[in-house]
């Protein structure tokens, strides 16, 4: 397995110039066209990548091909059951070398970066502290038992992220076990967190570290060994393989220790009854261990093809096109005063393609709405299930209402109550970033040309 660039190092203005031709990556989807409320049709721009990306054609023409051969996992005899289990297993030694591993890693599938976290939840020692930033997203702000967890402030720079966490750490009872939770990149202001620096804060408070690279692995390497993680977790569908599965991938010694985190087939070795009636069971100590059932061959199969498409297609030219896109965007946002991009870290913090914001005058559920109705782009509006750190960057206060307000606009200046995020990657094309930027303009500009209202707590067309 090879040493790989540190995930968080920032790009430069000249690489992103050499990018601007490359082409993006060939995706499902993209010439789907979808109505307009004002008549005719546009293809369609998806740019709620941070939500779910949509497929590779690489990775669909890999689960197509694979699709007749599909057979079950492990528990075969049959010829198409070891060709799966192969692939299944071959697949596993993909995932650890796109994350740079390190021996005796354990990668465990996953259904989601939410049940990769929930999972080491469980597996964490009991008398474990747990320490999160409040800014974390929801799947790493909640598994944690309350009396284990301290939620840490928004730091306002990286540098300041790394000093509260030492700060906790010092204070922390220096004998029992530590767990540090943080995303690598936002899934609100697509900024990178100093996620080496941080491990090694962890670390020399005697804590362990896990990754939430959930936005960040779709858009940076992710060298467990060099960003020195104890273990990342990270979901298919925002890495181009929409097949339900995911990844926790790390240190071996807790999942061993643990309970399995589901008990059943496929995580015990052997089961048997015992004279007092009961049954012993013995579980596995691989990764198995926390795979009970019948895996999702192809969910895992589609993240090891998205892991070698997106290795081929080399991390330089995809990180260094996305920066173009990410220019594109901040550039036209900048030239529209109503609007305010929502930033932690400031302008020149290096990011991902995941951009917050509001606009003055406007509720953020209508202005998405007339993004999808009248221009065919699709975005998302909300708290983008980070309610702490929306309502900190909003300055809203979290006893105001749900994630949809009325329609109406709301007055120039009156604080927002949710946020219009646009995201994006290596399938977006040049034309979709540019559409936003001239359908954000021409909103603010000239208003919206149909009625909305809310319906089942969102703003739609008003068709009436
Ligand atoms: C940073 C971050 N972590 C975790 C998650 C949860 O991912 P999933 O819904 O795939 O479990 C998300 C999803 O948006 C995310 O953005």
């Known amino acids: 397995m090879s040493a790989r660039p540190n995930a968080a190092a920032a790009t430069t203005t000249a690489d992103s110039a050499d990018a601007c031709c490359a082409e993006p990556l060939p995706v499902l989807g993209r010439d789907v066209t979808v109505p307009l409320v004002t008549g ?22 890999d689960v197509a091909a694979y699709a007749p051969y599909y057979g079950s996992v492990h528990r075969g005899a049959g010829y198409l059951s070891q060709l799966s289990t192969d692939l299944f297993e071959q697949s596993r030694v993909t995932v650890a070398e796109f994350l740079d591993c390190r021996e005796g890693d354990q990668v465990v599938f996953t259904r989601s970066t939410t049940d990769s976290l929930n999972l080491l939840a469980q597996v964490v020692p009991a008398d474990c502290q747990v320490f999160v930033f409040e800014t974390e997203h929801h799947a790493s702000l909640l598994p944690w038992r309350d009396t284990q967890v301290t ?11 790394v000093e509260t966490l030492e700060r906790a750490l010092a204070d922390r009872d220096p004998h029992g076990p530590a767990l540090v939770c943080v995303t690598g990149a936002s899934n609100v202001t697509g900024e990178l967190w100093p996620v080496r620096e941080l491990a090694a804060a962890a670390h020399a408070h005697g804590a362990r570290i896990v990754l939430d690279a959930a936005q960040l692995a779709p858009h940076h390497p992710v060298s467990v060994r060099e960003l020195d993680v104890d273990w990342v977790a990270f979901s298919g569908h925002k890495l181009y393989a929409p097949f339900g599965s995911g990844v926790l991938a790390g240190r071996a010694d807790w999942l061993q ?41 192809i969910g895992v199969y589609s993240i090891a093809s998205a892991c070698k498409a997106l290795t081929e297609a080399g991390f330089d030219s995809l990180v260094a096109r996305e920066r173009h896109l990410i220019d594109t965007v901040r550039a036209g946002l900048a030239e529209v005063p109503e609007v305010r991009v929502l930033s932690l870290f400031g302008d020149d913090a290096p990011r991902v393609g995941v951009i917050s914001f509001v606009v003055d005058g406007w509720n953020s559920s209508h202005f998405a709405a007339a993004l999808s109705a009248e221009y065919g782009i699709g975005v998302r ?42 995201s994006f990657g290596a399938g977006t094309p040049d034309e979709h970033v540019e559409r936003f930027v001239g359908a954000v303009k021409e909103l603010v500009r000239d208003g919206a040309q149909w009625k909305y209202r809310t319906e089942d707590g969102r703003c739609v067309p008003d068709r009436g």
């Open 257 to 297: 220790a643990a309970e399995p985190y589901l008990a059943g087939g496929g995580a015990s070795r052997t089961v048997a009854r015992r004279a007092d009636g009961g049954v012993d069971v013995e579980w596995h100590t691989t990764a198995a261990r926390h795979e009970a059932g019948s895996p999702n061959v």
């Open 40 to 61: 005719g049709e546009v293809t369609y721009a998806a740019l709620d990548y941070a939500a779910s990306a949509p497929a590779l054609q690489r990775v669909w023409d």
């Open 381 to 422: 509006d909300g708290l983008f299930c980070a309610h702490p750190l929306v309502r900190t960057l909003l300055g809203s206060d979290p006893q105001d209402p749900g994630e949809c307000g009325a329609p109406e606009p709301a007055a120039p200046g009156e604080r927002s109550l949710n946020a219009i995020r646009v």
């Open 151 to 161: 939620y840490l402030n928004a730091p306002r720079t990286p540098a300041q992220a």
